[in-house]
């Protein structure tokens, strides 16, 4: 990769420019092309290689129990978690916190290779780099004996560290609203972690690391009977005060952390038969049964909240730097959530027939438990070039990341409940080894409604045929015929494992029109929601008996022109690729917390 300096627009020239072209040119700028990949160093920094792992010193540490997978709380069967209604409900407690964590942002191994080691996650990471923070506040809440106020999660120890102590009146006054026993879950994205690889691309794939988290999180919480929605109704700067990230006093001298996001998360199953009115685009309130659960929170409230007692300093996870990349701070400051930004969640249909089930889930097969799937999944390094699937595993994996958009966010299939969005990314997908389809070019339009948009938006040549055997709510196309095995290695950077899978993919976004609609935060949104994607599917394969791996590096044009996509229409997010893995003998695996077995 080129070496070459950033050279970014001024500040005066930013500030003058729309949110939106400041995106867009961010966007564009980053692409990567046959001839010339977006700018980074040029080479590996190892000395200065950043520390996964983010503490506050200072910080008082409650370590949370390391619970055997025989241990209560229980994993359901990973089916079960898909199923509304399926799993019992787990009261909050020190354990359900402790498996929480572990299914969401937890370490799930160590790998040796030599003398280096490297830690494995519950939530992937482009690089295995690991930009995202995860957070959590708490409130008061019987048998729990921890202050009410802010937790850091420490990944390496499994322990929450105390960064704030809240006053126990006024967090019960902020999640009122909420169902009862509800707390909330942050994340924020330390970008200089994916910079020093990627230089400045990074912003793209702290956001994919963001999604994965989020699909993580409510895939954990929904092993637990909980639930958990995206806050999506709050604007960045009250989710900073809240995380704390804009404390420069605790932050001094080190790495910042980007807010990202809040959700809240409450037990209790969505259960047969509890009717979800949906989402009022005026007071952005998600409905169920006349309870209202607001997609955002109180902002004085916070403010009195924050001027309570904090604790730590955040911990340097680098002692040199080099290139600053001030695109990416440009691209952070145009896609920030102002209070202004007006919402987009589902609302519901007039005269809609909430007493009607919703969508069935696919029907499967899977023996293993959801905390099995989550503890084995893996990044695959290299594919058999071998292995194929059934169609109908195919299918099912497919039918897994359809949110069901025509029903309110409560209603629909989990994990997609957390999003209150209709979907923006569609699948372009090369199929390779799938008994019962012929290899070719397919393509998913993950919302039916917007099947004319998509063929409007590629070439008007292409004959969609629906996919033969698919089921009939799957809307699923085949466009052309032939081996694509090479041109998917070829546009997902010359790498094997595009077109040694069973099958792979590029996930494209609705783009400039939707941005222009929705606003310049909706660009890292669209990221999430390809994170959310591959999330599903990386444990999706692993229930199949395959393998996922993400893929960053595309050449993003080259992969456009497939379809002959018109304009900025849409845009390839993030490639993803499924197949039967080759295992590296030569790395040794370890237990996650093998670090701790020996203290006290």
């Known amino acids: 990769m080129s070496a070459e300096q950033p050279s970014p627009a001024s500040a005066t020239e930013s500030a003058s420019v729309d949110p939106v072209e400041r995106v867009i040119r961010y966007h564009i700028q980053t692409k990567h092309h046959f001839n010339r990949y977006a700018r980074s160093l040029g080479y590996l920094d190892w000395a200065n290689q950043p520390d996964p792992f983010r503490r506050f010193e200072g910080a008082p540490l409650i370590r949370l129990p390391l619970l055997k997978p025989d241990e209560e709380p229980l994993s ?10 399926s799993v019992s409900c787990q009261p909050v407690s020190v354990k359900t916190i402790s498996r929480f964590f572990e299914f969401a942002l937890a370490l799930s191994a160590w790998k040796r290779a030599g003398e280096s080691e490297w830690a494995l996650r519950s939530n992937p990471s482009s690089g295995n780099l690991h930009p995202t923070e995860g957070y959590v506040v708490l409130p008061q809440i019987d048998g729990l004996e921890w202050k009410p106020g802010l937790y850091h999660y420490a990944p390496k120890e499994h322990g929450l560290e105390l960064r704030a102590e809240f006053s126990s009146s006024q967090l019960e006054r902020l999640l009122a609203p909420f169902p009862s026993g509800a707390f909330l879950f942050g994340l924020t994205s330390v970008h200089w ?22 699909g993580a999180a409510r895939i954990a919480a929904a092993t637990l009977g909980w639930n958990m929605v995206l806050l999506d109704g709050v604007d960045q700067n009250t989710v900073a005060l809240l995380l704390g990230t804009h404390r420069r006093e605790d932050f001094a001298e080190v790495e910042p952390e980007h807010p990202d996001c809040l959700c809240v998360v409450w037990p209790g199953a969505r259960g047969k038969g509890r009717g979800v009115e949906g989402v009022n685009r005026e007071t952005s309130f998600v409905k169920r049964e006349g309870e209202a659960v607001p997609l955002f929170l109180d902002a004085a409230i916070i403010k009195e909240l924050v001027a309570e007692s904090w604790y730590g300093k955040a911990n340097r996870l680098s002692g040199e730097h080099g290139v600053h990349w001030d695109i990416i701070d440009d691209a ?269």
């Not at 008994?435 to 409604?449: C, W």
């Open 193 to 214: 972690r994916e910079a020093w690889k990627y230089g400045e691309r990074a912003f793209r794939y702290c956001n994919h690391d963001a999604g994965h988290a989020i």
């Open 332 to 600: 952070a400051e145009a896609s920030w959530k102002m209070q202004a930004d007006k919402l987009t969640a589902q609302a519901p249909k007039n005269g809609a027939d909430m007493s009607q089930p919703r969508h069935a889930s696919p029907v499967t097969h899977h023996a293993a438990s959801a905390g099995q799937i989550i503890r084995q999944r893996r990044s695959a390094v290299a594919f058999d070039g071998k292995t194929s699937i059934t169609a109908t595993t195919f299918f099912r994996m497919l039918q897994r990341i359809m949110p069901h958009a025509d029903r309110p966010q409560l209603e629909r299939s989990m994990p997609w409940d957390v999003w209150s969005y209709d979907p923006a990314i569609h699948l372009m997908l090369f199929v390779h080894r799938v008994e019962g389809l012929t290899p070719g070019l397919y393509f998913l339009v993950r919302a039916p409604q917007k099947l004319a948009f998509v063929q409007h938006s590629l070439n008007a040549e292409l004959t969609w045929t629906r996919a033969p055997g698919c089921p009939d709510d799957l809307p699923l196309y085949w466009l052309l015929e032939g081996d694509a095995r090479k041109l998917a290695t070829q546009v997902s950077c010359h790498q094997d494992i595009a077109g040694a899978s069973a099958f792979s993919f590029g996930m494209l976004a609705e783009f400039e029109g939707l941005l222009r609609e929705r606003g310049a935060w909706w660009y890292r949104r669209l990221f999430w929601e390809s994170g959310l994607v591959g999330q599903v599917l990386y444990l999706e394969a692993e229930a199949a008996g395959v393998r996922a791996t993400g893929i960053g590096c595309f050449f993003d044009d080259p992969v456009h022109e497939i379809a002959a996509v018109k304009g900025l229409s849409l845009q390839s997010l993030y490639h993803f690729t499924i197949g039967g893995p080759v295992e590296d003998v030569r790395l040794m695996t370890m237990p996650p917390y093998v670090h701790l077995n020996n203290q006290p």
């Open 76 to 85: 359901p069967s990973y089916d079960a978690i898909y199923a509304s209604g």
